[in-house]
């Protein structure tokens, strides 16, 4: 052998195997709780946030017609003090209607620009965590391989008859 490999520390490259592999489960780990993430954001604003205001509109415009009603039952009446407790009712419901309005129309907003915005994001986390699934665990492989085979070669006898030291060759 003319040329010798200086090998200096295998221990560095298991240290870096062993790192890897933390950092490839640490990092799936994160991965996926960010797409849980965006995915109960999602959800809150299609689902639970729509319906919610839905009812509550529902429930508000029920409460408008009711102080229309009064409204004009009193001015059939001809109660002078009546009617404009009745018309302040009204008003106030029909700004109660117009808040929830506005509530629905903005989560309604929100949603298409929440998803507008988070798909090539969450694209990317998934390209990102299909790579530590599909090609960390080669690289780990290949991180074992090389200091087996660094091993092996630091096992071989040098010229002379004497092994090589597992420190360096």
Same mark, same amino acid.
């Given at each position: 052998? &003319?040329?010798?490999?200086?090998?200096?520390?295998?221990?560095?490259? @298991?240290?870096? =195997?062993? &790192?890897?592999? $933390?950092?490839?489960?640490?990092?799936?780990?994160?991965?996926?709780?960010?797409?849980?993430?965006?995915?109960?954001?999602? #959800?809150? #604003?299609?689902?639970?946030? =729509?319906?919610?205001? @839905?009812?509550?509109?529902?429930?508000?415009?029920?409460?408008?017609?009711? &102080?229309?009603?009064?409204?004009?039952?009193? !001015? #059939?009446?001809?109660?002078? $003090?009546?009617?404009?407790?009745?018309?302040?009712?009204?008003? !106030?419901?029909? =700004?109660? $209607?117009?808040?929830?309005?506005?509530?629905?129309? !903005?989560?309604?907003?929100?949603?298409? @620009?929440?998803?507008? !915005?988070?798909?090539?994001?969450?694209?990317?986390?998934?390209?990102?965590?299909?790579?530590?699934? &599909?090609?960390?665990?080669?690289?780990?492989?290949?991180?074992?391989?090389? $200091?087996?085979?660094?091993?092996?070669?630091?096992?071989?006898?040098?010229?002379?008859?004497?092994?090589?030291?597992?420190?360096?060759?």
């Amino acid at each position: 052998m &003319a040329e010798q490999a200086q090998i200096t520390s295998v221990e560095a490259i @298991e240290s870096f =195997r062993a &790192a890897l592999i $933390v950092f490839t489960g640490q990092a799936r780990a994160a991965l996926e709780e960010v797409s849980s993430e965006v995915l109960r954001a999602r #959800l809150w #604003l299609e689902n639970d946030q =729509r319906r919610f205001l @839905e009812n509550e509109l529902r429930v508000r415009v029920l409460k408008l017609e009711q &102080a229309r009603q009064e409204l004009f039952n009193a !001015r #059939l009446s001809n109660f002078q $003090v009546p009617t404009s407790l009745q018309q302040m009712a009204v008003n !106030r419901a029909q =700004r109660a $209607v117009r808040e929830v309005e506005e509530k629905l129309a !903005r989560v309604k907003k929100w949603d298409r @620009e929440l998803e507008n !915005r988070s798909d090539p994001l969450v694209k990317q986390v998934e390209q990102f965590h299909n790579f530590l699934t &599909a090609e960390m665990p080669k690289a780990v492989a290949s991180l074992a391989q090389a $200091v087996k085979t660094l091993d092996a070669y630091a096992g071989v006898a040098l010229p002379g008859g004497q092994p090589a030291t597992g420190g360096s060759a």
